[in-house]
């Protein structure tokens, strides 16, 4: 099996030595320190190998042609970079927003990448997007980078960054909001199988006052208040939507004022219209928590922000709809414990992803680390919320690294109490980390859900 991380050496599988017997007084520490590298050997090479279901991402299947962003200018114009070129720019936002891609990524490479060192990790990601393509970035030539990929055709570039990210399913943020998206979903076409859905419905919770015209002109009769006739055309339309573009399960960003129960219409609608559907349908609700939208509107898509939500709210969805499935990442650092802790309480809350600003190793180290401690394996550590393909590449090896660490150390201290991991007890685990306990969470029934 490929070795995603690779750099072509090849690391020799071994069976997990009996550890640490030097504690006990059996094994001498040079034996000891050559069977903990083993493990360490061994864990790198399973979680590089193992193919990894990327569970929440903005990027499309082909067919929807444009939507689908790849290429040096699209990652250089990601909205993490331009937040942070922003910082080196003494040009108006106007000014730069009318600029062609090219332009922007022209003045993005010559801000983070020449003018300072790209330390940061959406830099970072960059260059090792480009160094496991083959490319020599250290020639700082964009021109020459450009031509590169000018030669690639879409779907065997699909290919090639599903390969080095080691990915076998990217799932798509699907919105029938989007009219680009909308239309091609209308017209119909044959679905790539490494591509799955995701039904989004931000803007039916959070503004209902301008979608509820929209659902009227789409043929569902609904009022601005919520009575039972409008509630049953919101229903219709979920499972319209959810037939249509056949969703493995439906979700929502939310800001860090969302509580439940509240007398608002994003917390009215979940409870009457979105979450009965979901346990008709047994489809999981993913809960993304904690994004401030727009704090500076100048900066577009890069404008949103981070504050600590109520966790209290997600407490309260858990208890009271045990037959309900919360699939649940949080934004802000300081919600990170609490939502550990809620994960032991109830089993209908699976945790996925280091979301956004949270996905920068020294984050992502600590939260993936409590994460493992507090909660064990039932759990999904990592999503990549790539928005253009190429990324991929970068978030998956630069998670695969990280989350590889975290497992060594585990493993190792495992090894201390005398408990050593089989091979495929490894491999087993990883599987479950990169997609396994996602499936089975989804696939689960309803049942009651408290501790016992
Ligand atoms: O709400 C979301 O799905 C977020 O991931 C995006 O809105 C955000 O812009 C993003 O790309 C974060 O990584
Ligand atoms: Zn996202």
């Known amino acids: 099996m490929t070795n995603f991380q690779s750099s072509g050496n090849c690391i020799l599988i071994v069976q997990p030595a009996k550890l640490f017997a030097s504690v006990r007084g059996n094994m001498d520490p040079a034996k000891a320190e050559s069977a903990k590298s083993q493990l360490a050997e061994q864990v790198q090479k399973i979680v590089a190998s193992t193919p990894v279901s990327d569970i929440h991402t903005h990027l499309y299947d082909p067919a929807f042609g444009q939507l689908l ?22 040009i108006p936002y106007e000014k730069f927003w ?70 076998k399913t990217i799932s798509m943020t699907n919105s029938p909001f989007d009219d680009l998206e909308r239309a091609v979903w209308e017209k119909g076409f044959a679905r790539d199988p490494r591509f799955t859905t995701a039904l989004r419905i931000d803007p039916l919770l959070l503004a209902w006052g301008d979608t509820a015209p929209l659902l009227n002109r789409w043929g569902y009769e609904v009022g601005v208040s919520l009575n039972e006739k409008t509630i049953s055309q919101v229903r219709r339309f979920l499972a319209d939507w959810t037939r249509k573009i056949n969703a493995r ?29 979901c346990r008709e349908t047994g489809l999981p609700m993913a809960l993304m928590f904690g994004v401030r939208r727009q704090v500076n509107p100048q900066l577009k898509l890069a404008g949103d922000g981070v504050g600590a939500s109520r966790m209290l709210a997600l407490e309260h969805l858990c208890a009271r709809f045990p037959e309900n499935k919360f699939l649940v990442t949080v934004l802000a650092r300081e919600n990170q414990h609490e939502l550990c802790v809620l994960a032991r309480k109830f089993r209908n809350l699976h945790i ?25 394996l039932s759990l999904t550590p ?30 190792e201290a495992l090894a201390r109490t005398g408990w050593h991991p089989t091979e ?23 049942r009651e859900n408290r501790e016992v």
């Open 424 to 446: 495929a007890e490894i491999t087993r685990d990883v599987q479950n980390l990169f997609g396994g306990a996602f499936d089975r969470f989804c696939q689960m029934g309803a």
């Open 382 to 411: 990592q999503h990549s919320d790539a928005r253009v393909l190429d990324q991929l590449i970068y978030k998956w090896q630069h998670s695969r690294r990280l989350i590889a660490r975290v497992l060594v150390d585990q493993y």
């Open 249 to 277: 399960y439906l979700m929502i960003s939310l800001g860090p004022d969302f509580d439940f129960p509240a007398d608002t219409f994003a917390a009215r609608l979940l409870d009457k219209a979105v979450l009965p559907h």
């Open 352 to 376: 996925f992803g280091c979301w956004w600003f949270t996905n920068v190793p020294s984050i992502m180290e600590e939260m993936t680390r409590m994460r493992l401690e507090l909660v064990g």
């Open 69 to 90: 962003l790849w290429g040096i200018d699209e990652l250089l114009i990601y909205h993490y970079l331009v937040a942070e070129a922003f910082r080196y720019f003494d």
């Open 98 to 167: 009318s600029l062609s891609k090219e332009q922007q990524a022209d003045l993005i490479w010559d801000a983070l990448f020449l003018r300072n060192s790209p330390i940061s990790e959406a830099c970072r990601g960059v260059l090792t997007t480009l160094h496991a393509l083959g490319l020599d970035a250290n020639k700082r030539d964009l021109p020459a980078i450009r031509k590169w990929f000018a030669n690639w055709k879409v779907d065997d570039y699909i290919t090639r960054c599903m390969e080095l990210g080691g990915v």
